[in-house]
């Protein structure tokens, strides 16, 4: 089931990360990266590598490593290589380069999910999102994009369009969307966080435990689509023995049906399920 919430929490802080872990997110991330500062880099990464020891058997996390390039960052990909822990994915930051993001998936044997933050990376999203089947998901970090950019307000309304289309021609789950900065405005992230799923995005990044609440009310589809979804889907299972049923037809509300709005209330159908929090929680201590 994708995830509604991915919460981050500092690698460094051992305090937090159990915080984190016993939270109502869906999805926690052991942050080895803009979290923590370059002194730390070497105690969180073996504060890391020691979680993802001690999780509850069947428990996983995920882990965001520094950027593959620099040398933190090889230093977290054969760290977490040689780790037994259960690594859930990685997320790989400042992604542009398909050939570097293969290699950190052949290292690590573990799903990777490539984050996005640079024009470049933009132009390049289906070959990052087709550049291995270990690829399970592709997202945008908006703030370094915006400022690599130079821009931001509308001028990111392409590159989201663009991740979104990336990752459904390659078959991946519909993206989360990049973290909501203004801790304290809910009001704004539960707008936005459905701006986004009208836009094609489902769930979001994190960084505060009182995001998650809202984040997952925001990714409920609304009550109406839901009846009649399944309501579509009740006289599909009804026609399913019908030699004589039409590849398309009219609805009781007098609404075209074809298999796209099939498919279409099947999603919404997913979606509701996730929303409701059906989806098993990763990342819980033993």
Not at 189 to 214: E, N, W
Not at 235 to 249: F, N
């Amino acid at each position: 089931m994708t995830p509604r919430t991915w919460l981050y929490v500092p690698g460094d802080r051992p305090d937090r990360i159990a915080k984190a872990l016993g939270s109502d997110a869906d999805t926690v991330i052991l942050d080895l990266e803009d979290a923590v500062a370059p002194a730390a880099k070497a105690d969180a990464r073996r504060t890391v590598v020691d979680v993802l020891a001690g999780l509850a058997e069947g428990r996983r996390a995920y882990v965001r490593i520094n950027a593959p390039a620099t040398p933190e960052g090889a230093d977290d990909v054969t760290a977490l290589a040689a780790s037994p822990g259960a690594l859930a994915g990685v997320r790989i930051p400042k992604c542009e380069d398909p050939d570097e993001l293969r290699r950190v998936a052949d290292a690590l044997g573990a799903p990777v999910l490539p984050v996005v933050e640079s024009a470049l990376g933009v132009e390049r999203a289906f070959a990052l999102a087709t550049a291995h089947p270990l690829v399970a998901g592709i997202s945008l970090g908006e703030a370094d994009l915006s400022a690599d950019l130079r821009a931001g307000g509308d001028a990111l309304a392409w590159p989201r369009s663009r991740i979104v289309v990336a990752a459904r021609a390659a078959g991946l789950p519909s993206p989360p969307q990049s973290v909501w900065t203004a801790v304290r405005d809910l009001d704004g992230l539960r707008a936005d966080t459905r701006a986004g799923q009208r836009a094609g995005f489902f769930g979001r990044s994190v960084i505060h435990p009182a995001q998650i609440p809202v984040v997952h009310e925001a990714c409920a589809p609304d009550p109406a689509e839901v009846a009649w979804a399944r309501e579509l889907t009740d006289r599909i299972t009804g026609r399913a023995d019908d030699r004589d049923a039409e590849a398309a037809w009219i609805d009781s509300s007098g609404r075209f049906v074809d298999k796209a709005v099939v498919e279409r209330a099947t999603a919404i159908l997913e979606a509701a399920q996730a929303a409701a929090g059906t989806a098993p929680k990763e990342g819980t201590r033993s």
